[in-house]
């Protein structure tokens, strides 16, 4: 084989090894919808695949508790389990997955190399699904107390308070879903939102009003957080009176949004002033070959489906590439 051959779709490779001395078709790096839809897609078409995760695969949604919308499952389905669905079928059609994370990318003489924790993967394309982490807690005292009363996962972490106080700070989606979880295990949740009303879907704003567990505080925002080994009090400022009201709690769970985990590629493609990786309809992005899926692009919707749509575009689009590489 030389040095750009590419490795054969059939070749029997064990999960969690990879190949340096040749090149595949399409390296995925990350493994959430995204990148496993991507990864469905890039196997059906015969394409050399290798999926490169750092961390858990099937991402974030493996930590939802449940999951309603996903079109396929009536009664709806864990986020766990739907995580794992993603992968079994990834694995049907692909390689590898690797757990293994990318360090670094770049693009030489036609030819993609990533820098992985166990050595240089060579790839024709790469499709991007890095994803995004959660937006901290503005409060100067978020990394004392980070994993000692501060948590961004209540799926993770909310066996820790049953019969607790708990707050939730945020007023979307996702801070709606987590304050009803938490609901299930702490007696008391408050839900702290800087605006004078929620910006969450309707049915989410109706299930949290109908629940006694929850209490609202509005026009509020978080400004300090005391205790002494672990939280113990979360002091609220109204935005609009200015005054200040300390709640005892025993947890506070950061939901105010999203960061992308576009660092990888940030010198290589345009972003946003969000730091949003930059995609044509294709998924492309500025630089050719190299092609961004999910949470960490401009979409104007983030949610599982919209991620899978955006797998199966790149993994076309990515096909389609290659093929314009040896015409």
């Known amino acids: 084989m030389s040095e750009f051959e590419s490795t054969g779709i059939g070749d029997a490779v064990e999960k969690e090894d990879i190949r340096t001395d040749v090149a595949y078709d399409v390296a995925i790096v990350g493994a959430g919808p995204g990148g496993l839809t991507a990864a469905i897609y890039a196997g059906r078409a015969r394409l050399s695949t290798i999926v490169l995760e750092k961390h858990s695969i099937g991402g974030l949604i493996t930590v939802s508790d449940w999951v309603d919308s996903f079109p396929g499952f009536p009664e709806g389905i864990s ?3 739907l995580g794992e669905r993603f ?8 390689g590898q997955i690797s757990l293994n994370a990318v360090t670094s990318i770049r693009k030489e003489a036609g030819r993609f190399y990533l820098g992985t924790e166990r050595g240089e993967v060579k790839a024709k394309s790469v499709v991007l699904s890095t994803g ?35 707050s939730v700070v945020g007023g979307g989606d996702a801070a709606l879903h987590e304050a009803l979880y938490l609901s299930k295990f702490a007696r008391k949740v408050f839900l702290v939102h800087r605006r004078g009303e929620l910006r969450a879907a309707q049915m989410l704003q109706e299930e949290v009003f109908a629940n006694p567990s929850i209490e609202l505080k509005l026009n509020a925002i978080p400004v300090n957080v005391l205790g002494d080994r672990k939280v113990e009090e979360l002091v609220i400022e109204n935005v609009q009176t200015h005054q200040q009201e300390t709640l005892h709690v025993d947890g506070i769970f950061g939901s105010i949004g999203e960061k992308p985990n576009s660092e990888l590629v940030k010198d290589l493609v345009e972003l ?14 500025s630089l050719k070959g190299l092609f961004a899926v999910g949470d960490v692009t401009d979409t104007p919707l983030k949610q599982v489906i919209t991620a899978c749509a955006d797998g199966a575009i790149a993994a076309v689009s990515a096909e389609q590439y290659i093929r314009s590489l040896e015409t």
């Not at 992968?87 to 692909?94: G, S, T, W």
């Not at 982490?133 to 209540?154: D, H, N, Q, T, W």
């Open 132 to 166: 995004s982490e959660p937006v901290k807690l503005p409060v100067p005292e978020e990394e004392k107390f980070r994993g000692k009363g501060i948590s961004y996962c209540a799926t993770c972490d909310a066996a820790f308070f049953k019969n607790k106080i708990v």
């Open 272 to 285: 946003t002033d969000k730091g949003l990786i930059k995609t044509d309809a294709n998924k492309e992005t």
């Open 79 to 81: 986020g766990e389990d």
């Open 87 to 94: 992968r079994k079928q990834a694995e049907r059609f692909i």
